[in-house]
């Protein structure tokens, strides 16, 4: 087992609610004088710009992972992150089809950026991307291991877009291995509210929208592979740990 340094859950300027300055170069160059060893990118009912991502990431010798913040049709925010970029682009196609469209407006929202491979502007999403897609938690779920992703309910100790608050409970379906929070200080009192999360996996993230909020120096996770591993064998290792059923808080 190794330990990697992780912030697992990124957002770049292609979602609305993000600083412009969350390129995928400026992210990756951010995670490495951090002391990430993994970071993942997940925009709002998109992975566009995870292409980019791969490639900052190369530059700066940070693993990517190729994710998304998917949100369901009960409007809860669900983590999808996947072994391999190809995975990421056709889950986010299908995804697509699952999209409500309401035209974007920048000056409400916040503009969505897409970054071409010189971290540069190359075009902007012209639909909404933060709004409810027509995809279940259930189905959502089903779909993200279909292309052999890890679906992880986004910051449940949040009021907004969190499972807990929106459902009132753990749903019986779809099962649920890992579950992230943004305070493990309140994972005990939502324990005794929910004990159903005690058997989980407990990842935290930083649901960074700006580059300060990039995590420093990540959070810890023990992997079953060498350090020096290729990022390939990182990412499978990972996405095995969080579709995991052991319970072990990182």
């Not at 190369?58 to 999808?80: F, I, K, N, Q, R």
């Not at 779909?143 to 807990?164: F, K, Q, T, W």
């Not at 992230?180 to 009192?189: A, D, K, N, Q, W």
Request: net charge negative; with cysteine; charged share 25%.
């Amino acid at each position: 087992m190794s330990a990697y340094r992780c912030d697992l859950h990124i957002h770049s300027c292609l979602s609305p609610c993000a600083d412009e300055q969350m390129t995928p170069g400026n992210i990756a160059g951010v995670a490495k004088l951090n002391g990430l060893d993994i970071a993942a990118l997940t925009d709002h009912n998109t992975c566009g710009n995870c292409k980019s991502f791969f490639a900052a990431c190369e530059t700066y010798e940070v693993v990517p992972v190729a994710g998304m913040e998917l949100t369901t049709s009960e409007d809860v925010h669900l983590l999808c992150l996947f072994r391999t970029l190809s995975d990421a682009t056709a889950f986010s196609a299908a995804v697509d089809d699952k999209r409500i469209r309401i035209r974007n407006k920048p000056e409400i929202f916040g503009r969505q950026l897409l970054i071409g491979l010189d971290d540069e502007p190359c075009g902007e999403e012209e639909f909404l991307l933060v709004n409810a897609t027509r995809l279940s938690l259930e189905e959502a779920a089903t779909l993200c291991a279909r292309h052999r992703g890890a679906y992880i309910p986004a910051h449940v100790d949040r009021e907004s877009n969190g499972m807990l608050s929106v459902l009132g409970a753990v749903p019986e379906t779809p099962e649920l291995p890992t579950i992230e929070v943004r305070e493990p200080v309140c994972l005990p009192e939502l324990e005794r509210e929910h004990p159903l999360l005690q058997k989980m996996r407990v990842i935290v993230s930083s649901d960074a929208h700006r580059l300060w909020e990039i995590a420093e120096p990540g959070f810890p996770i023990n992997l079953p592979c060498e350090r020096g591993a290729s990022a390939q064998m990182v990412r499978d290792a990972l996405i095995d740990y969080l579709s995991g059923q052991r319970r072990g808080i990182v």
